[in-house]
């Protein structure tokens, strides 16, 4: 997985897109790759530090506006070299 992977995960995560299991299985496994794995630590505490305010939300609006601009970071960093 890719940064540019990651975010267009979260993108299509928070646009309701993504699979069932994608969002689950990339905040649930650990990676390898401690640059992916720091992106993935914080995406799944976005709902710890921005608790939704219903039993069906991932987190709150203020949540989703984070993983979005996250998700633009991402994709405006430079590749790795």
């Known amino acids: 997985m890719t940064r540019l992977d990651v975010a267009d995960l979260i993108l299509r995560f928070v646009d309701g897109n993504s699979e069932a299991h994608e969002w689950d299985d990339f905040v649930s496994i650990r990676q390898s790759d401690h640059e992916i794995e720091s992106l993935r630590s914080v995406c799944a505490n976005i709902p710890i530090e921005f608790p939704p305010n219903d039993s069906l939300s ?15 970071r991402i994709s405006e960093l430079r590749p790795s070299a």
């Open 58 to 72: 991932y987190c709150s609006d203020a949540g989703i506006r984070r993983l979005r601009d996250l998700a633009q």
